[in-house]
């Protein structure tokens, strides 16, 4: 892995889990249900000079990575909320970049760490909620084409960590 793959990918690149398991699915939705916890964390004392460096060259600010994660998992839940009231319909995507760089992505990070907050209380309860035949449900992603949302779920654990990553990743290498 190079330097810049590193930093790319502090955790790696995400890769489809082999099974979906009960199991494995309840160590994907703790992994959702104690992100608002770990991202607070990560960024808890940032000044607004830290939170608006970049994690990486040519990369997102701290500000940005927090406000992407709300967006991204606000979408994520809305997918699985219609992929179990609708026949594998087919979703929207968005241009992640463009977004980050809207007006609202230069609010205070504490805007986005409430919604991160209630949002995921709700995505816990509906996916702790969910049988074996909800997680073979899925979306039609305009990228990705069929999704299930089983391998959603193990995707969007790995976004987790991922961005938490590049927040700790930076502030040990910049001694924070």
Known sequence: ????????????RFSEPASSLPGIRAAHIQTLRLLPERLR?????????????????NGWTVR???HHIADSHAMAYTRCKLALTEDWPTERSYDEAAWANLADS????????????GLHGRWVALLEAMTDDDFRKGYIHPQRGREMLAKALAMYDWHSRHHT???TSLRARQGW
């Open 1 to 12: 892995m190079t330097d810049l793959e590193a930093l790319r990918f502090p955790v790696g």
């Open 41 to 57: 964390a990560a960024v808890a004392g940032l000044n607004d000079a830290q939170l608006d460096t970049p994690y990486r060259e």
């Open 64 to 66: 940005q990575v927090v």
């Open 106 to 117: 230069r609010l205070p990070v504490d805007v986005s760490l409430a919604m991160i907050e």
């Open 165 to 167: 990553a590049h927040i």
